[in-house]
Each structure stands twice: as C-alpha cells, then as structure tokens.
C-alpha cells in the first residue's frame, strides 16, 4: 500500500508538472480549493488525513494524466504497485450470489485491474456491455465505484434493486426508510424507492473509457 506522505507528494508533484499549485491543482479538479492544503493533510490531533479516491480520480480526469504517470510521480522510485481491484462484467452484476455483505464480489475468479490505493475505500470496477448505460457511458467503459462510501445528494449511484435489475440513478434525496433518485435520462422523474426494495448501491467515482 502506497503510503501517506507518498501519495501527497504525488499529488503535489502532478500540480508542479501541469503548473499549478496544490490549490489550483483541487479547482481544476472540482473539489474545493482548500482540499489539497497542507494543513488538511494531518488532523489537529495529528491523525493523517488521506485524499480519498474518488478526487485522485477527479484530478488524472482533470489533468489528462495517465494512472501510470501519476504512481510514477510517487517519491519513493521503490513504492509498491497500486491496489488491484476486481472486475466484474455488466451482465454478472444482477446475479443473485455474486457479492457478499460488503457490495463486494464473493467469488475470486473475477479479473483485476490496478487503481490508486488510499486505503480509504473498497472499490469494485464494473465493465459495460451494450447500451445499458448510455448516454453516461458506452459498451467497453469501465465504472470505479465504492459500495462503502458514504452517499450524498447528487452523486450518480449503481443500483441493484430487489428484482435483479440493475441500473444508474442519481441520488437526489436519502432518508432511512427511502432512496429518492432520479434516471439520468432527460426529462426524468424523481422515483422514490424504499430501502427495502434496494439490494445494494455503490457510487460511481470515476469512469473509464
């Protein structure tokens, strides 16, 4: 696993090399301005702070630069690979018994691919097939998501619902009892949805193409 400092330091020397400081590095990205400031990297009890994945995804995106150039930039030249993590085909994701409690898969045979490790979340890289998802995605693109971070009102969730079927929504509203979401296709609804009526929900962080 990458370490603290080595993934700041990556980040800090990806700014330098599109000449940018840290601050502009996050506006370019998205992410508030002060996301990447030092004195938000060690808490005021010293407890280290980590950069989660979804904005080191938000910055390759921003930036243009490779996942390859960015473990690159990692100060220790000796660093370990980054953390691989399962691939699983759009067409096995609403099979009952493919994943465990965790929203993770339950079976080892699925393929992996290699993506920045913070050690913050579990991630899980789902391929499209067909059109299932356009115009969010095509066939071949992969979705990085996480079925253990926490969701907030605009994110762009994968859902799998209670009759197998599986889809993309955008989180408009989240109660205890309720999902409020709404498709991604112009012109739609809010639907709200009961929990109970929701096997499992990841958030899409990055997308692949």
């Not at 603290?4 to 940018?20: F, K, N, P, T, V």
């Not at 938000?58 to 490779?66: E, F, N, P, Q, R």
């Not at 690979?81 to 085909?89: A, D, L, M, S, W």
Request: aromatic share 6%; charged share 25%.
């Amino acid at each position: 696993m990458l370490t603290h400092a080595q993934i700041w330091s990556a980040i800090d020397r990806l700014a330098e090399r599109y000449g940018l400081t840290a601050s502009g590095l996050a506006r370019r990205a998205g992410l508030d301005a002060t996301s990447f400031n030092r004195s938000k990297r060690v808490s005021p009890d010293g407890r280290e702070r980590w950069p989660s994945t979804e904005s080191i995804a938000k910055v390759l995106a921003a930036t243009g630069a490779s996942l390859s150039e960015f473990v690159a930039l990692v100060e220790d030249g000796d660093a370990p690979r980054p953390t691989t993590v399962p691939i699983v085909p759009w067409d096995e994701v609403g099979q009952r018994g493919q994943f465990g409690a965790d929203g993770l898969p339950s079976s080892p045979k699925h393929e992996e691919i290699e993506f920045p490790d913070t050690g913050a979340e579990k991630l899980l890289a789902v391929e499209v097939s067909g059109d299932a998802l356009v115009p969010l995605c095509r066939d071949g693109d992969v979705l990085i998501v996480s079925p253990t971070t926490a969701l907030r009102k605009g994110d762009r969730l994968l859902v799998r619902f209670g009759d197998g079927s599986v889809g993309v929504r955008e989180l408009i509203r989240r109660t205890v009892r309720t999902l409020e979401m709404r498709g991604l296709a112009e012109g739609s609804a809010d639907e709200p949805v009961p929990v109970s009526d929701v096997l499992w929900v990841a958030r899409i962080l990055w997308i692949r193409q």
